[in-house]
């Protein structure tokens, strides 16, 4: 039985209210700090929760507020610049994959908007305008400074401030900094697309120049993105100097030899309503995930590019295991027993979406290469292959022993 009552979750986006909830659940009191002053309403692109990241959710009770505001996406088309498709693959009618919820495309701002305010309803605090500036530890507990000038104190603390987490930095000064991926993001939702329904399916097209996603419901509406290639970094602050409608003319340039319809969907987005996401970055390894009273979820701990489509959902995986860890074991061994629990898993996932962006960034050569390849190979892909990846399970009833904590 654990002796951890309180703790102090830094970062109010994604996975800091999930992981409140899902201690909540474990017996631990949970309070969320957030930097900024405001909420983050309206705030990112398209994202998918996976079947995984849903399985997570409903642990605590939160599957259907995902499935209230996703939309189904239960298949993904591959294709060429020619609208040739390169594979397709989606749900399963037998096997491991079976009886998986569908996958659910979400737009950021409506997801963080649902979990904050589940979060709230469930009692829990989220403080924002608390920006992190030190740690200090005792033997009875653990102290977040703040840069307002207040602190605060818990018997643990969970870094979920994402790829530049600050919390990361003050457990290990020598962390590895984000890795660009050559691609810069981009998005936008579009009422009245003029486009026929994809049929709940995600078209994904690797174009000549840039990748584009979209996908149209059966009434019309739809959404896109786009990954384009960027030799130098840009940040999305500074992506967000270029105003938007000239944007919206480069990223249509791109497609002008693509026959699929990417220049129709971005030339009926207004600009008001571009997403720029900025550069795609990852971090293959974070060597340090937990020190002391502190540990690391989501991606403050393994963050990987938005191509895996499992940023959110490990996340949430991350949250609700160290929640479990937690209600089973002293803090030590817990942060111990949930490392050893997670980091092979969502390591193997960065270095699978590296590899997607090597893909959507290729050149001329290696893109008829994969263009080749691609069809053989998706045949060759079985259900069961995946399910390592979209199966995962939480079994929150099984004990977490201290024998775990060797074996990791």
């Not at 800091?16 to 900024?36: C, H, N, Q, S």
């Not at 486009?195 to 995600?202: A, E, I």
């Not at 097209?205 to 840039?210: E, I, L, S």
């Not at 479990?324 to 803090?331: F, G, I, Q, V």
């Amino acid at each position: 039985m654990t002796s951890t009552r309180t703790a102090l979750v830094i970062g109010g986006g994604i996975a800091g209210p999930v992981a409140a909830m899902a201690l909540r659940k474990a017996g631990i009191d949970a309070t969320v700090f957030e930097a900024y002053a405001q909420t983050a309403d309206g705030v990112g692109g398209a994202l998918s929760i996976a079947p995984n990241g849903q399985l997570a959710l409903d642990v605590i009770d939160a599957g259907e507020i995902v499935r209230a505001v996703g939309v189904p996406m239960r298949g993904m088309v591959m294709q060429s610049w020619t609208g040739k498709v390169l594979g397709e693959f989606g749900s399963a009618d037998s096997g491991p994959l079976a009886d998986l919820p569908d996958m659910q495309l979400v737009w950021r701002g409506d997801l963080y908007a649902a979990l904050y305010a589940e979060a709230a309803r469930r009692g829990i605090r989220i403080e924002h305008g608390r920006r992190l500036v030190g740690l200090t530890e005792t033997a009875d507990g653990v102290t977040a400074r703040f840069a307002d000038g207040t602190t605060a104190t818990a018997d643990i603390l969970i870094g979920a401030d994402g790829i530049r987490s600050a919390v990361r930095g003050l457990i290990d000064p020598a962390a590895p900094s984000p890795r660009y991926a050559g691609l810069l993001g981009f998005g936008a939702q579009v009422a009245a697309t003029g486009l026929p329904s994809t049929q709940d399916k995600m078209h994904m097209v690797f174009g000549k120049r840039a990748f584009f996603g979209y996908q149209v419901s059966d009434d019309g509406d739809g959404g896109w993105f786009v990954n384009l290639p960027h030799k130098e970094p840009m940040s999305r602050t500074e992506a967000m100097r270029v105003p938007n409608d000239e944007w919206l003319r480069r990223l249509a340039a791109q497609f002008t030899e693509d026959r699929v319809p990417a220049r129709e969907m971005i030339g009926r987005t207004r600009p008001e309503d571009l997403v720029i996401t900025g550069g795609l970055e990852d971090i293959p390894h974070v060597p340090v995930w937990h020190r002391g009273r502190v540990c690391l979820i989501g991606d403050a701990a393994h963050p990987t590019s938005p191509s895996s489509g499992q940023g959110a959902s490990l996340a949430v995986e991350s949250g609700v295991e160290l929640a479990r860890c937690l209600r089973d074991l002293p803090y030590d061994q817990a942060f111990a027993a949930y490392e050893g629990q997670r980091r092979a898993r969502v390591e193997r996932v960065i270095a699978m979406a590296a590899r997607t962006n090597s893909d959507k960034a290729a050149g001329p050569v290696a893109r008829v290469i994969r263009d080749l390849v691609m069809p053989v190979a998706m045949k060759m892909m079985k259900p069961e292959k995946m399910a390592w990846q979209f199966a995962y399970r939480i079994d929150w009833d099984a004990p977490v022993r201290p024998e775990l904590v060797a074996a990791a």
